[in-house]
């Protein structure tokens, strides 16, 4: 047994020194380059590259242990919203609640504002008549066509109201369409305002009362100075009184327009 391990040791030793031998020849190098690739026998790195001749397959190890969990991941992408469903049918309507108990009347609101004065009224019907050369007519208030029979068949009279920062006064009365015979310097023309029965605008110093008749009177200037109206009596030119009164003498500015009954008689005649 002794002999024979000896002899394996020679053998071995023998083909180490066989194996290991010096070569510094680059020739053949294939023969050899599975133990050393392509490196020299004699370089310090010769035994750097070995192969691992692989035996048969071993049998399959254990399983391994579970790995550890991973990490979540992240949420994906909302989806698109679903179409609408169809619509349910409608309820049935409920019984009607009873009424409630009636409120309470709230306070009255401030009276509004008056409104403007409406248009004036249409002309009265004209009347006429003579008593040898005067003409007597009346009209309503604001303007109207007279018919004259003495000096002139019409004419035109024009009233003209002021306000006084408190109530309307009569300022002075126009008049055209008057024959030019009428402006020969003899004759006036008269006014006559009714005053009514209720009371009074003209309360602090009042020219007349309640009933009266207010008479004016202008007298009518030569046609030579006519313009266009041909003329005007004034409130300084034109002296007014009371037909029960007449020494107590005022003017068309003491006159208030809501004093009278809208109607205004009319007269030319000769001094």
Known sequence: MKKFFTILLVFSLLQVGYAYAVDTSTANLEDRDYIFGISNQSEVN???????LAGKDGEPGAAGRDGIDGINGLDGKDGKDGQNGVDGRDGIDGIN???????????????????KDGKDGKDGKDGAGT?????????AYSSGLLNILACTESAT??????????????????FKDVATRC?????????????????????????????????????????STWGNPQFTA??????CSTVANPATIFRFNDIYTADFTNKVGFEIYAR
């Open 157 to 174: 009279v024009t009233l003209r109201p002021k306000y006084t920062g408190e109530d309307f006064v009569f300022e002075n009365a126009s």
């Open 183 to 223: 402006g020969d310097g003899a004759k006036d023309v008269t006014l006559y305002f009714k005053i009514g029965s209720s009371a009074l605008h003209n309360l602090a110093n009042p020219k007349y009362v309640n009933g009266d008749i207010v008479k004016c009177v202008y007298p009518i200037p030569l046609s």
């Open 131 to 139: 008593t040898g050369n005067s003409t007597e007519s009346y009209t």
């Open 46 to 52: 010769l035994n750097q590259v070995l192969f691992l």
């Open 97 to 115: 609640g009873k009424d409630g108990i009636n409120g309470i009347n709230g306070t009255n609101g401030i009276n509004g504002i008056n409104g």
């Open 234 to 239: 004034t409130n300084a030119d034109t002296p």
